[in-house]
Nanobody, 125 residues
Framework: QVQIVESGGGLVQPGGSLQLSCVVS????????IAWFRQAPGKEREGVSCITRSHGSTYYRDSMKGRFTISRDNAKNTVYLQMNSLKPEDTAIYYC??????????????????WGQGTQVTVSS
């Protein structure tokens, strides 16, 4: 049984940084592409970033390019999302998701097989 646990969320001031972690257990991480999604209050969930299982190809939503960096450490079964220059509009619950196969990734929810419970990120002064 694959389980996903996110951590690293919290309250940060505008312009600040946070690093989210996504730990996958129950199966080797390198079987999966991993994505981060987020859902702000009153809005639909949207794809933030993802990384493939091999070569580490990445995708970023346009509004995150240059601010967010996704990386993976297969030995630690962990994927990271480094978030810099945070803005109030980045406030959301951030979810980690895993897709079997994993040679491709994109921001489409139904392509992902396993989901975590989410971690809250609040950007406010």
């Amino acid at each position: 049984q694959v389980q996903i646990v996110e951590s690293g969320g919290g309250l940060v001031q505008p312009g600040g940084s946070l690093q989210l972690s996504c730990v996958v257990s129950g199966s080797p991480l390198d079987y999966y592409a991993i994505a981060w999604f987020r859902q702000a209050p009153g809005k639909e969930r949207e794809g933030v970033s993802c990384i493939t299982r091999s070569h580490g190809s990445t995708y970023y939503r346009d509004s995150m390019k240059g601010r967010f960096t996704i990386s993976r450490d297969n030995a630690k079964n962990t994927v990271y999302l480094q978030m810099n220059s945070l803005k109030p509009e980045d406030t959301a619950i951030y979810y980690c998701a895993a897709a079997q196969g994993g040679y491709y990734c994109g921001p489409v929810e139904h392509e992902y097989d396993y989901w975590g419970q989410g971690t809250q990120v609040t950007v406010s002064s």
